[in-house]
Each structure stands twice: as structure tokens, then as C-alpha cells.
């Protein structure tokens, strides 16, 4: 059974670092691209990032490009989500999902079949 598990969420002041693992079960992650999305309370789901199966080509939504870095280490089967210089509006529940995309990866949710639990990250004083 495909499953997948967030970890390394938590609290955090203004421009500290999170960095999110996302561990993948029960499938080989590297057929898949992965995605890294995020909730706030009272919005929609946003993409926030994406790689390509290969740990090649990368994606990243405005808000985050220069201070996000998605890697994945497919021999760990893992994704992670280095978080650097943190805002309080990235506050939000992150997500990492998984999906067979031909093409570059993509943020857009509906392109993701499998999705983990999520993890908390709140930023604030």
C-alpha cells in the first residue's frame, strides 16, 4: 500500500529554517514526482513545489522561489523541503503527495493520486 509520512514540522520565529522530510512506503517513489503543498486555515490548498522523478527538473510558486529548496534522495525514499528565511504567512499544514506525471512535475494538486497526513508549521514570536 502507497503511503506516505511528513515529519520535521514545528515552531518557528521569523526568518528561521524547517526542513520537512516526506518518507514513501510501499511503492518505488522514483516513478513518481512528488509534491510539497500547504493549507492555511481558511484557504485553498497552493502548491508550493514539485521535482521530477529523477530529482531533476523543479518547481517552485512565486511565494517561496529563493527561500524553498525541494531535493529527494531516492535511495532513502524520501523528499525533503528546506525552508530558509520563514514568514508568518507560511504558516500553514504541509503536505507531500505523490504522482505519476509525464512531462515536468507539476503543482497542481489534481496531478497527485497519494497524499501524506500532513505537518504543522507555524511561524511567529
Known amino acids: 500500500q502507497l503511503q506516505l509520512v511528513e515529519s520535521g514540522g514545528g515552531l518557528v520565529q521569523p526568518g528561521g529554517s524547517l526542513r520537512l522530510s516526506c518518507a514513501a512506503s510501499g511503492f518505488t517513489p522514483n516513478y513518481y514526482d512528488i509534491g510539497w503543498f500547504r493549507q492555511a486555515p481558511g484557504k485553498e490548498r497552493e502548491g508550493v513545489a514539485c521535482?521530477?522523478?529523477?530529482?531533476?527538473?523543479?518547481n517552485y510558486a512565486d511565494s517561496v522561489r529563493g527561500r524553498f529548496t525541494i531535493s529527494r534522495d531516492n535511495a532513502k525514499n524520501t523528499v525533503y523541503l528546506q525552508m530558509n528565511s520563514l514568514k508568518p504567512e507560511d504558516t500553514a499544514v504541509y503536505y507531500c503527495?505523490?504522482?505519476?506525471?509525464?512531462?515536468?512535475?507539476?503543482?497542481?494538486?489534481?496531478?497527485?493520486?497519494?497524499w501524506g497526513q500532513g505537518t504543522q508549521v507555524t511561524v511567529s514570536l
Open positions: 503527495a505523490a504522482g505519476l506525471i509525464l512531462g515536468s512535475c507539476s503543482r497542481s494538486q489534481t496531478r497527485y493520486n497519494s
Open positions: 521535482i521530477d522523478s529523477s530529482g531533476g527538473p523543479t
